[in-house]
């Protein structure tokens, strides 16, 4: 396989099980997978090799939250056109919700996951 045909993903969350869970579900749609438990992490991986298709990021983490990597990677001209899925489990408020969306290309509610929909959003937000 060559380079330039590795379609790998970023998942970024502090819970073993759901970044366990999500592996699974990314691979089984023919991605390469890289994991993080927080942003820090986060960064070293994106700093290792920047060439992602997509990252997952949970926004509630210790260290350096997902929206705190989020404008890390914005401001980064190797990172800031990665598109980005968030994921949440807190009810936000409007104006939250809102910005997050204004930055991100998806957000996914954890508490509202659908399998199906996540899967959706894992293709077409990473072409």
């Known amino acids: 396989m060559t380079t330039e045909s590795i379609r790998r993903v970023l998942i970024v969350?502090?819970?073993d099980l759901?970044?366990?869970?999500?592996v699974k579900v990314i691979k089984g749609e023919g991605f390469?997978?890289?994991n993080a438990s927080n942003g820090d992490e986060a960064i070293e991986k994106l700093n290792e090799n920047p060439?992602?298709?997509l990252a997952i990021i949970d926004l509630l983490m210790p260290i350096r939250t997902g929206w705190e990597l989020i404008e890390y990677m914005k401001e980064e001209d190797n990172l800031k056109n990665i598109p980005i899925v968030a994921l949440?489990?807190?009810a936000a408020s409007f104006d939250e919700f809102q910005q997050v969306e204004e930055v991100c290309d998806a957000v996914m509610h954890k508490g509202k996951f659908e399998l199906s929909e996540?899967?959706?959003i894992i293709n077409s937000t990473s072409l």
Do not use: K, M, Q
């Open 13 to 15: 969350d502090d819970d």
């Open 18 to 22: 759901l970044r366990d869970f999500y």
């Open 32 to 34: 390469e997978t890289v």
């Open 51 to 53: 060439d992602f298709v």
């Open 88 to 90: 949440t489990g807190l």
């Open 118 to 120: 996540f899967i959706e």
